[in-house]
């Protein structure tokens, strides 16, 4: 008699099922890792437009906030991750750089130096993400 190779029905099945629950564990650890980076990303971006603000106002003696907030899309302020904020204002009060309403594709973001109410879509009305300056 002839033997026959392959993989019965019962065999195919198994290895289907045991796959789908290794995707259905891992896909949403891996989404969950991914968000945390972005949310990492920007609050980086909004450190370095602190620094980059603090540069320039020691560069021209003190006068950036002269005329009252900046707004970050004018380009008074050089960083290389400025041209991703669709808006944002900056301001400089008791020795302290506030960000409000800084804006990218993803996140909204208010606060000072490694403190941000970061927010899922719009300031105030999205989904918080992180409320570290709330909390201090």
Known sequence: ????????LVELLAVITLLSLVGLISVP???NIIDKSKIK????????????????????DYQ???????????G??????????TQGYMSYSNKEYYLYDVTNDEF????ILGYYDIYRG???????????????
């Not at 906030?65 to 004018?74: P, R």
């Not at 302020?77 to 991703?84: S, V």
């Not at 719009?122 to 201090?136: F, K, V």
């Open 76 to 85: 008074k302020i050089q960083f290389e991750n400025l041209d991703k904020i």
């Open 122 to 136: 719009s300031c105030g009305t999205g989904e918080i993400l992180d409320n570290s300056y709330s909390a201090r």
């Open 29 to 31: 650890i891996a989404t």
């Open 41 to 60: 990303a920007y609050k980086q971006t909004l450190n370095g437009i602190i620094d980059a603000a603090k540069i320039h106002n020691a560069e021209v």
């Open 108 to 111: 909204c973001a208010n606060g």
């Open 64 to 74: 950036l906030f002269v005329d009252g907030d900046i707004d970050l899309t004018e």
């Open 1 to 8: 008699m002839k033997e026959k190779k392959g993989f019965t």
